[in-house]
């Protein structure tokens, strides 16, 4: 067992005894996170990149030394590959439309997948509409996990790039990067992946990913709101265009033109989030100290606990995989004759917060022909305790609208 | 509070076995509407004689509160006028914005006002990200109502 009941302690939302089990939708805060903002903030904060006076600098230093923190947790070869964005969804707007609108055009196609959450489908779709390219999806099968038979014969000369999760915040799967991003180079398609669920929960390294660009946020890390990272393959950077323009960005302006900063400046238009860098430092600190091989163990080990506890309950079905391979620590449940909402509803009664809707994914939701679930999401705070209470509403649940009876 | 008093025995029954379920083979008016929030999806269609709801008709996916709010409202609104809706209408929402400590005394007497079976919502005050779910059906009354007004 990994016990890491210890941890709770430095979550201070946890103290007044919430089961806290959506952190797919969003993490809580651990005290040396809060603390380092805190003390940058009255320390050392200043605007970056601009001011000739020391407390820019030391401003500018710790935002650039947060950039080399994320760099080596991601495994990324050159600090200059981070950029940081406001989140992820900002990181894959960031290449849908500073890569996609360069890129593609009529006859092209985008390749995505049915299961991706809406910030993966609708750039896309956005894109796809502004340059004629087209939009197609790779399905899901049977066993929940990407048609990868289905996927290879999608690829062709005329898909551009494929857009595909890292870590499904539905079913929890973890679709096999390595494989799709190799026969996706081997066609010359681009591969961005939203990692929005997958750093979080693993240890990511880019190189042995393989893909060309991953888009991920702190706020499901530990860290605060606000930021988010884009990480791109140098050469892949350097085929993309700025998406936004503004001050910080630029090398030279004139009335009618400008010319870009380097990378990754070039994509950082404005003040960036500077207090909130040095908290995604402290993050990637804090989840290092744990380790993320025993961030994901212990993850999975509360999903096989709450998956055999689950397994007897009336009315219950799982919307995923009921095993633990390539997966992560995501339940979504439909309690047949009660609506997830209502589900959530009770559980919130008994202390248990659990997302219930679509999860940002229509899509996925319609292909598993429910209206919406209720979602139980796993992190290093959790503890065999908190899936007693869920169990405990869910039965709760069941008696309450006559389940099986 | 509990949670009986939010899922009382009625609303349960009306989320089970929602009155007026289906499709109007020639609907004078007809709207539909989703709770983008939620998903939870409801269409109307009504037909009307001499000014009165001669007919109405409901479909739609969601949550107990949204499903049984609507199909409580289709009993409410059969052979009422419009105004009569309005003034029910107004009815509903003013039970659903009071304070949750009070408790709403309905006067029967007066005409088109009577809730009857919807009085059961109340407990939804409670639960303000709830609220949303029981004033969906209404909402899109209203809306199939401006279609023609």
Same mark, same amino acid.
């Given at each position: 067992?990994?016990?890491?009941?210890?941890?709770?302690?430095?979550?201070?939302?946890?103290?007044? #005894?919430?089961?806290?089990?959506?952190?797919?939708?969003?993490?809580?805060?651990?005290?040396?996170?809060?603390?380092?903002?805190?003390?940058?903030?009255?320390?050392?904060?200043?605007?970056?990149? *601009?001011?000739?006076?020391?407390?820019?600098?030391?401003?500018?230093?710790?935002?650039?030394?947060?950039?080399? *923190?994320?760099? #080596?947790?991601?495994?990324?070869?050159?600090?200059?590959?981070?950029?940081?964005?406001?989140?992820?969804?900002?990181?894959?707007?960031?290449?849908?439309?500073?890569?996609?609108?360069?890129?593609?055009?009529?006859?092209?196609?985008?390749?995505?997948?049915?299961?991706?959450?809406?910030?993966?489908?609708?750039?896309?779709?956005?894109?796809?509409?502004?340059?004629?390219?087209?939009?197609?999806?790779?399905?899901?099968?049977?066993?929940?996990?990407?048609?990868?038979?289905?996927?290879?014969?999608?690829?062709?000369?005329?898909?551009?790039?494929?857009?595909?999760?890292?870590?499904?915040?539905?079913?929890?799967?973890?679709?096999?990067?390595?494989?799709?991003?190799?026969?996706?180079?081997?066609?010359?398609?681009?591969?961005?992946?939203?990692?929005?669920?997958?750093?979080?929960?693993?240890?990511?390294?880019?190189?042995?990913?393989?893909?060309?660009?991953?888009?991920?946020?702190?706020?499901?890390?530990?860290?605060?709101?606000?930021?988010?990272?884009?990480? #791109?393959?140098?050469?892949?950077?350097?085929?993309?265009?700025?998406?936004?323009?503004?001050?910080?960005?630029?090398?030279?302006?004139?009335?009618?033109?400008?010319?870009?900063?380097?990378?990754?400046?070039?994509?950082?238009?404005?003040?960036?989030?500077?207090?909130?860098?040095?908290?995604?430092?402290?993050?990637?600190?804090?989840?290092?100290?744990?380790?993320?091989?025993?961030?994901?163990?212990?993850?999975?080990?509360?999903?096989?606990?709450?998956?055999?506890?689950?397994?007897?309950?009336?009315?219950?079905?799982?919307?995923?995989?009921?095993?633990?391979?390539?997966?992560? #620590?995501?339940?979504?449940?439909?309690?047949?004759?009660?609506?997830?909402?209502?589900?959530?509803?009770?559980?919130?009664?008994?202390?248990?917060?659990?997302?219930?809707?679509?999860?940002?994914?229509?899509?996925?939701?319609?292909?598993?022909?429910?209206?919406?679930?209720?979602?139980?999401?796993?992190?290093?705070?959790?503890?065999?305790?908190?899936?007693?209470?869920?169990?405990?509403?869910?039965?709760?649940?069941?008696?309450?609208?006559?389940?099986?009876? | 509070?509990?949670?009986?008093?939010?899922?009382?025995?009625?609303?349960?029954?009306?989320?089970?076995?929602?009155?007026?379920?289906?499709?109007?083979?020639?609907?004078?008016?007809?709207?539909?509407?989703?709770?983008?929030?939620?998903?939870?999806?409801?269409?109307?269609?009504?037909?009307?004689?001499?000014?009165?709801?001669?007919?109405?008709?409901?479909?739609?996916?969601?949550?107990?509160?949204?499903?049984?709010?609507?199909?409580?409202?289709?009993?409410?609104?059969?052979?009422?006028?419009?105004?009569?809706?309005?003034?029910?209408?107004?009815?509903?929402?003013?039970?659903?914005?009071?304070?949750?400590?009070?408790?709403?005394?309905?006067?029967?007497?007066?005409?088109?006002?009577?809730?009857?079976?919807?009085?059961?919502?109340?407990?939804?005050?409670?639960?303000?990200?709830?609220?949303?779910?029981?004033?969906?059906?209404?909402?899109?009354?209203?809306?199939?109502?401006?279609?023609?007004?």
């Amino acid at each position: 067992m990994t016990d890491l009941s210890h941890l709770k302690a430095d979550f201070p939302v946890l103290a007044n #005894g919430v089961h806290f089990l959506d952190s797919g939708a969003s993490s809580q805060k651990p005290i040396p996170v809060l603390e380092a903002m805190d003390r940058f903030a009255r320390t050392s904060y200043a605007n970056v990149h *601009r001011g000739a006076y020391k407390l820019s600098v030391a401003s500018t230093d710790a935002y650039e030394a947060a950039r080399a *923190r994320v760099a #080596g947790f991601i495994g990324a070869a050159d600090p200059r590959e981070v950029v940081f964005t406001r989140g992820t969804t900002t990181a894959l707007n960031t290449v849908a439309f500073g890569w996609g609108l360069e890129h593609l055009g009529p006859g092209d196609r985008i390749l995505s997948t049915e299961i991706e959450h809406h910030a993966n489908l609708v750039p896309w779709q956005m894109v796809a509409k502004r340059t004629g390219a087209s939009l197609d999806h790779v399905p899901m099968g049977d066993d929940f996990r990407l048609d990868l038979v289905a996927y290879e014969e999608k690829l062709g000369p005329d898909v551009k790039i494929v857009a595909v999760t890292g870590m499904s915040n539905v079913l929890g799967i973890m679709p096999p990067i390595r494989l799709i991003s190799d026969l996706a180079h081997r066609h010359g398609a681009r591969v961005v992946v939203d990692a929005a669920q997958l750093v979080p929960h693993t240890s990511v390294d880019v190189e042995a990913l393989g893909a060309d660009f991953i888009a991920f946020s702190s706020h499901k890390m530990l860290g605060p709101t606000g930021i988010g990272v884009l990480w #791109g393959r140098m050469a892949a950077l350097e085929e993309t265009e700025p998406f936004e323009g503004g001050g910080e960005m630029i090398s030279d302006v004139t009335l009618h033109d400008a010319t870009w900063a380097e990378i990754p400046h070039r994509f950082e238009a404005g003040t960036p989030p500077i207090i909130e860098a040095v908290g995604l430092h402290a993050a990637i600190d804090y989840l290092e100290s744990i380790g993320m091989d025993q961030v994901l163990a212990h993850d999975l080990e509360l999903t096989g606990i709450a998956l055999d506890r689950l397994s007897d309950v009336p009315g219950i079905h799982i919307q995923g995989p009921t095993n633990l391979e390539d997966r992560g #620590g995501v339940l979504s449940m439909s309690m047949d004759g009660v609506h997830a909402h209502d589900l959530a509803t009770i559980l919130d009664e008994g202390g248990v917060a659990v997302r219930s809707g679509h999860h940002c994914a229509k899509p996925l939701m319609r292909r598993l022909g429910v209206a919406a679930t209720a979602r139980a999401s796993f992190y290093v705070y959790n503890t065999e305790e908190d899936i007693d209470a869920l169990v405990g509403g869910l039965r709760q649940a069941g008696e309450l609208f006559g389940v099986g009876s | 509070m509990s949670l009986e008093d939010l899922y009382r025995e009625v609303i349960l029954d009306h989320y089970r076995n929602p009155r007026n379920k289906g499709h109007l083979e020639n609907p004078d008016v007809k709207a539909e509407g989703v709770n983008p929030l939620c998903g939870d999806e409801l269409s109307i269609e009504l037909n009307f004689e001499d000014d009165r709801v001669s007919a109405v008709a409901i479909d739609g996916q969601g949550c107990s509160i949204s499903q049984s709010s609507a199909s409580m409202m289709t009993e409410a609104i059969k052979g009422k006028s419009r105004s009569e809706i309005e003034t029910l209408t107004q009815r509903f929402r003013d039970m659903m914005s009071l304070d949750g400590e009070t408790e709403i005394e309905l006067d029967p007497d007066r005409p088109g006002a009577v809730l009857g079976d919807l009085e059961s919502l109340q407990g939804v005050r409670k639960y303000p990200v709830r609220i949303k779910c029981a004033s969906l059906g209404w909402n899109v009354l209203l809306e199939a109502l401006g279609e023609t007004g």
